[in-house]
């Protein structure tokens, strides 16, 4: 049976409560992992940590993420996706205040590889438990979960800081989204059991097909962009345009608000143009801004620029997630963590490369690459028919 065969299958009886609390875990981990981005800098000044050694320590979240996804593979297929999900759920609301607590570097480092870990565990718990929901919808709604995300993402950034302008603590407004997360978790019993969820079997481990890795590689290339545009917009702004650092912030501000976004309307746009069109149009759109950005120093034009590499990059991950849970001659429980833990080596060592790139040649070039880089992914769009 074809994706569009099975999307216009007649909906469930009771899916439109499970695809509301849906959405609310994929809202929560947007929380999360913004507040984890908040707690990062207050962390940096109680410690007084230099650059390097906090770049250092960053890397043990992205790892965390990357090591547990074939774990939490093993552990969908043996005890479902909504298990798996309730408790890295709560222990993403417990430990998130622990990160603002911690007694030492070393003590952080640790707790950052264990809460990249669960972010890591959650995200294909999430996407798989998603696209049996989806299915059993009878329309498209991928897009429209990451939206969600999206939209915690920036909602915790703008109301985290309405509350530390008020006087909280950055520990309180830890706790605080810790028991968001808390109650959030509480809703799971509307998810689906284990009897409903993703096909499993085959051995406990298993090599990465052909088709999986051409999806990983294109999940890699577009967090390795969304992660080049979250980290280095803001230093492109104020180093290579000479912006002023209350202003450089626009160009990651665009690409936020624009992947949120594309993200409302992507289910849509799909279902219109088909996924193998969206996948190509985005890739497309994301190279084009970043040329923009390369091509034209004008700040302005760079917003801009960094506001299409987010229209562009919006839907690809949505897509490429709920292909992997479709790949021939692979079960949905190794196809989906491999996907996904390819996208976030990706989101890791994507700043990593773009700084190595700059530091030999320029910011400017590391961004041209990065737009070469959207355009081959491109000319795999067929991967997500």
């Not at 737009?371 to 067929?382: E, P, S």
Request: glycine content about 12%; overall charge positive; aromatic content about 8%.
């Amino acid at each position: 049976m074809t994706q569009s065969e099975t999307l216009i299958a007649a909906p469930v009886h009771g899916i439109g409560t499970k695809l509301r609390t849906m959405r609310l875990f994929f809202l929560m981990t947007g929380l999360g992992i913004s507040v984890w981005a908040i707690i990062v800098p207050f962390t940096k000044i109680r410690f007084n940590l230099d650059d390097g050694t906090l770049g250092l320590m960053l890397l043990a979240g992205g790892s965390g993420g990357v090591v547990a996804m074939p774990i939490c593979g093993i552990a969908i297929s043996r005890f479902g996706s909504r298990n798996v999900l309730v408790f890295v759920s709560v222990a993403f609301g417990v430990l998130l205040p622990l990160l603002t607590l911690a007694p030492s570097p070393v003590a952080f480092t640790a707790m950052l590889f264990l809460y990249g870990a669960i972010f890591g565990a959650a995200d294909v718990a999430m996407n798989a438990q998603a696209v049996v929901i989806e299915r059993q919808s009878g329309r498209r709604e991928m897009s429209l979960f990451h939206a969600l995300y999206s939209i915690g993402t920036l909602a915790v950034a703008i109301i985290t800081s309405l509350l530390l302008r008020l006087g909280l603590s950055n520990i309180e407004c830890a706790l605080l989204t810790g028991a968001v997360i808390l109650l959030i978790a509480t809703q799971s019993r509307f998810l689906l059991s284990k009897d409903k969820d993703l096909p499993s079997g085959g051995p406990l481990i298993a090599l990465p097909n052909r088709a999986t890795l051409t999806l990983g590689l294109c999940c890699f290339a577009c967090f390795l962009t969304e992660g080049a545009s979250t980290d280095w917009s803001t230093i492109f702004m104020r180093f290579s345009r000479n912006v002023p650092i209350a202003s450089a912030t626009f160009g990651y501000a665009a690409f936020a608000v624009t992947m949120a976004a594309s993200r409302l309307l992507g289910d849509r746009t799909a279902t219109w143009l088909g996924p193998v069109a969206v996948m190509r149009l985005g890739c497309g759109i994301a190279a084009a801004g970043l040329l923009l950005v390369v091509a034209v120093p004008v700040s302005a034009v760079d917003v801009i620029g960094f506001g299409l590499v987010g229209l562009g990059t919006g839907n690809i991950a949505p897509l490429v997630f709920n292909a992997a849970a479709r790949v021939p001659g692979m079960t949905a429980n190794h196809s989906v963590p491999a996907v996904v833990g390819l996208g976030y080596v990706g989101f890791l060592i994507g700043p990593v490369i773009i700084g190595l790139v700059a530091h030999a040649l320029s910011l400017s070039v590391a961004f041209g690459m990065d737009a070469a880089l959207m355009v081959a992914i491109g000319f795999a769009g067929h991967a997500v028919e």
